[in-house]
C-alpha cells in the first residue's frame, strides 16, 4: 500500500479525538500528532503511535500553543524563552512515547497559529529551528513552502520537508485563507483533486484569486477534520496512479 507513484509524502494531522483515525491512516506516509498544547494526551499519542506502527507511516509531533479552548487556532503573545520551553516539553514529551512504541520520531510539524505565525515572524520560527539544532538534529521540521521559516531554516542547516496543504485555499503570498473567510477549508473532493493537480504537476499553487505563484514542497497534507478527508485520499489514488 505503500509503494504509491505520487510524488510527495501524503501527510495527515492525526491524534485529535477524531473517530477517523484508523480509516486515514493507511493511506498516509506521514502524520503529525498532537502532543498536548491544542490537544491530546498520553493515550490518544500511543493509540495514534500504535496505529501509525501497525501501518508503517512515520510519525511526527504537532506542537502547539498551550491553547486548548481554541483548538490552536488563534495567535498567543508569548514571551520566546517561555514559548521555546512549552514546545520542548510537548515534543520531548511526544518523542518519549515514540520510544516507547520502538518508533522513531521522523518529524516536527507546529499547528494551527503557531505554524502560521512561524512561517512569517522570524522570532517564533527560530524558536522551533534552535530547538530543532540543539535537541532533535534527526528529525525533519515540516515548513510551509516557500516560507520564512523554510527560508531561515535552510540557512541554520536542519533537515526541512517543505510543505503545501490540499485542501486549504492560499492568498497571493502564500499565507492560508483565514479559517473564518469562506473557501478557507476545501471539502470538495474534486476541487482539491484539482487543487492538487497544479501543485503537482505544474509546481505551482492557484491562490484565492486566482493567481498561480511557482512552490516547490516535499510533502503534502490533508486535514483530518476534513468532513471529506478519506474521500480526497482515495481522489488521489484514482487521479495519481495509486
Known sequence: MKSRPF??????????GLPNDGLLMPMLDSTSIACGGHTGDEKSIVDALQLAKKFGVKVGAHPSYPDRENFGRKHMNIDHKLLRTII???IQFFEKL???QGL???????????YNFAAINDLTAY???????EYFP????YCPAESLMAAMAIESGIKIKREVFADRSYNDDL???????????????????EHI??????KKIKTITGNFIPIEAETICIHGDNPAALKILNGIRANFGQ
Open 175 to 193: 499565507t492560508l485563507v483565514d479559517r473564518s473567510k469562506p473557501k478557507a477549508l476545501l471539502t470538495d473532493p474534486q476541487e482539491v483533486i
Open 98 to 100: 515514540c520510544q516507547r
Open 7 to 16: 510524488p510527495l509524502d501524503i501527510n495527515c494531522d492525526l491524534g485529535e
Open 127 to 133: 524558536v522551533l529551528i534552535y530547538l530543532m539544532e
Open 138 to 141: 534527526d528529525a525533519f521540521l
Open 104 to 114: 522513531a520520531m521522523h518529524h516536527v510539524k507546529p499547528h494551527g497559529a503557531l
Open 88 to 90: 520542548f516539553k510537548q
Open 197 to 202: 493537480g497544479w501543485m503537482v504537476n505544474e
